[in-house]
DNA sequence: TAAGATAACGAACAGTTTGTTTTGTTTGCA
DNA sequence: TGCAAACAAAACAAACTGTTCGTTATCTTA
């Protein structure tokens, strides 16, 4: 057993590459970015690339992939009361913080994978603080699938929105609106309307 | 005042190009298709297809905004009530008449953009009705743009779901669940929670 | 039905982009 | 120091794009 330590360029040249791609999606559509461009920007040789991504949408992915862990990382912290099916506040805050990232990631309809992966992965940890929600053998107004789609739809619906609009509202505020709309929704999609 | 008519020919070259992409959205991505793949599958020469569009791009949205509003006319006709700001029923039956239709334009996560042009769509004119919903001078509790975009991101994110899912409710269903879910929002986030 | 107009065809074109390969250089690590 | 891995640079074929232009097919209208 060899214990070979990494070099490390290989993760030096993979950062470099991700900066040069979120620099370039500041200034054009993701579509209109090329390879090339990339790897100018980035100052890393063509060959060096195909070695690392298969194709600038191997290397765009794995970006989000990245993101969208230490997010989730992030949103499970603030939260761990698994009867609270919301987000975190903490989240809006994170996602502030880091918002040239963000904008980076949606602006000029770039990567609606990222909301599209976002949503998938939230909609999976939802659904089963869904079920843990309801009493046994209590069939719900609204299948149990369809909620959890339907709260990290609107969670993502507004988040984007937010961002899209310069964030025109505190983080806090924005949990709140989420709040109060998600909940009474939850609440009539699990018990009924007037319990 | 020479009264000319349009030649037949026209729509003609546009049909058999709108349809050769359909057939081929079902067959790869979106992004995976070229215009020369469109033209040998419509059997239009390619000075044709530039006569007529742009790019790939220019097809696909000019298709897509054809749809948006045949499908917008549906939704007004069986909904005339401004103070009914659901889309109505009809809606998704429409939509499961074209289903074929819808299939091809959101499968291999195709058109993405077909979905958000009908959310800003649907957003602005949800606006208008949140508005005449509340009484003169009251400040609602979430503000109303919010509200509008929550509303058509719910119906578009819940639609999808409904399409990609396979349909496993009817549609009239899916317009109830929608109806359940939706309505107590938007009496919380008009005028707030209970009372 | 013939003439004129318009639309479509198809080939050829330069310019890009892509992904691969080859060769030589730099860097990390033992 | 020396080796192996990582990288740079350049050249390459293949594919796609968008345009041009001469030719052919089709429609409209007189």
Redesign the interface.
């Given at each position: 057993m060899s214990s070979v330590k990494p070099d490390r360029r290989i993760n030096r040249t993979r950062e470099t590459l991700f900066h040069a791609l979120s620099a370039l999606m500041l200034e054009k559509r993701y579509d209109d970015i090329t390879v090339q461009d990339i790897i100018d920007r980035a100052n890393v040789g063509r060959s060096t690339f195909y070695a690392h991504y298969q194709d600038k949408e191997d290397l765009a992915v794995s970006t989000m992939i990245t993101i969208l862990d230490s997010l989730t990382d992030t949103m499970e912290q603030s939260n761990t009361d698994p009867r609270q099916f919301l987000p975190g506040r903490g989240l809006f805050e994170h996602i502030r913080e880091h918002h040239q990232m963000f904008k980076t990631l949606t602006s000029g309809?770039g990567l609606?994978?990222f909301f599209?992966k976002g949503q998938e992965y939230w909609s999976e940890r939802l659904a089963t603080r869904l079920q843990a929600m309801l009493p046994q053998n209590q069939e719900p107004?609204?299948?149990i699938p369809?909620?959890a789609?339907?709260v990290s739809?609107?969670f993502v619906?507004?988040l984007k929105?937010w961002i899209d609009n310069k964030m025109p509202y505190t983080s806090d505020r924005m949990a709140e609106?989420v709040e109060?709309?998600?909940?009474?929704?939850v609440?009539?999609?699990l018990f009924g309307?007037s319990g």
């Amino acid at each position: 057993m060899s214990s070979v330590k990494p070099d490390r360029r290989i993760n030096r040249t993979r950062e470099t590459l991700f900066h040069a791609l979120s620099a370039l999606m500041l200034e054009k559509r993701y579509d209109d970015i090329t390879v090339q461009d990339i790897i100018d920007r980035a100052n890393v040789g063509r060959s060096t690339f195909y070695a690392h991504y298969q194709d600038k949408e191997d290397l765009a992915v794995s970006t989000m992939i990245t993101i969208l862990d230490s997010l989730t990382d992030t949103m499970e912290q603030s939260n761990t009361d698994p009867r609270q099916f919301l987000p975190g506040r903490g989240l809006f805050e994170h996602i502030r913080e880091h918002h040239q990232m963000f904008k980076t990631l949606t602006s000029g309809r770039g990567l609606d994978l990222f909301f599209q992966k976002g949503q998938e992965y939230w909609s999976e940890r939802l659904a089963t603080r869904l079920q843990a929600m309801l009493p046994q053998n209590q069939e719900p107004k609204v299948p149990i699938p369809i909620l959890a789609h339907y709260v990290s739809g609107t969670f993502v619906t507004l988040l984007k929105w937010w961002i899209d609009n310069k964030m025109p509202y505190t983080s806090d505020r924005m949990a709140e609106i989420v709040e109060q709309l998600v909940t009474p929704s939850v609440q009539a999609g699990l018990f009924g309307m007037s319990g």
